[in-house]
């Protein structure tokens, strides 16, 4: 597409201004392009990169995640326990002082 667009402005201007400086302008428009092009992809790649996750935070954020789901489980086997009447008598077998 940019080439299409540098062939036309290019024909243009050379029947303005003649061929040496529609070349020279052309040249000069396509380096301004790409330094613009270039620019904007690393403004992009930056911004990119801070929104990304990094490793270490991902892992803390997971072993967060795995303690509180390891809570949450102990809290509902205690849970069940307690409330379960045979759970309780099985408990006391176990423990000797139900015979």
Do not use: H, Q, W
């Not at 062939?7 to 020279?24: F, N, S």
């Not at 992009?44 to 072993?63: G, H, W």
């Amino acid at each position: 597409m940019a080439a299409t667009i540098s062939i036309k402005l290019y024909e243009i201007l050379e029947a303005k201004l003649g061929k040496e400086e529609a070349k020279e302008v052309v040249n000069a428009l396509e380096e301004v392009t790409r330094s613009l092009a270039k620019e904007s992809k690393l403004e992009v790649k930056d911004e990119l990169k801070s929104e990304l996750i990094t490793k270490t935070e991902f892992r803390e954020e997971l072993k967060a995640l795995l303690a509180e789901f390891r809570m949450y489980f102990i809290i509902l086997v205690c849970i069940i326990i307690l409330l379960n009447p045979k759970a309780i008598d099985l408990i006391a077998k176990f423990l000797g002082v139900m015979k």
